[in-house]
């Protein structure tokens, strides 16, 4: 994703939060989904922040078989994140999806 994709799922797309991460996502002229990562510096260093985008990463390839195609998303990362082992990451990102109405 470019920066101009960024900038619109963040005037157009819908969000649903959770204390840990953040969900943005909408409708792409595509047949696939393309995904983004945000990890602020308020996170911490960049080993927490590229654990962070590494765990969520991983959810998404097990997980994304049940997503919908045709969607940008952009999962944005709270300084709840920092330190969740990956089951709960993982959790969060399923529990995120479906409330986003994007998984089948």
């Known amino acids: 994703m470019q920066s101009s994709d960024f900038l ?3 005037k157009e797309g819908m969000v649903k939060r959770h204390p840990a991460l953040m969900i ?13 990562f ?3 510096k308020s996170l911490g260093n960049a080993v927490k922040r590229n ?3 590494r765990l969520l ?6 997980q994304h078989p049940q997503f ?3 969607y940008d998303v952009v999962f944005i990362a709270r300084p709840d994140a920092v330190g969740k082992p ?8 399923s529990e995120l999806a479906r409330r986003a109405g994007i998984v089948s």
């Open 24 to 36: 943005s996502y909408a409708p792409n002229s595509l047949e696939k989904n393309r995904y983004g």
């Open 57 to 62: 990463r991983e959810a998404i390839r097990l």
């Open 8 to 10: 619109r799922l963040r």
């Open 68 to 70: 919908l195609q045709g």
């Open 86 to 93: 990956f089951q709960e990451i993982q959790r969060i990102v």
């Open 51 to 53: 654990r962070i985008r």
């Open 38 to 40: 945000i990890t602020a």
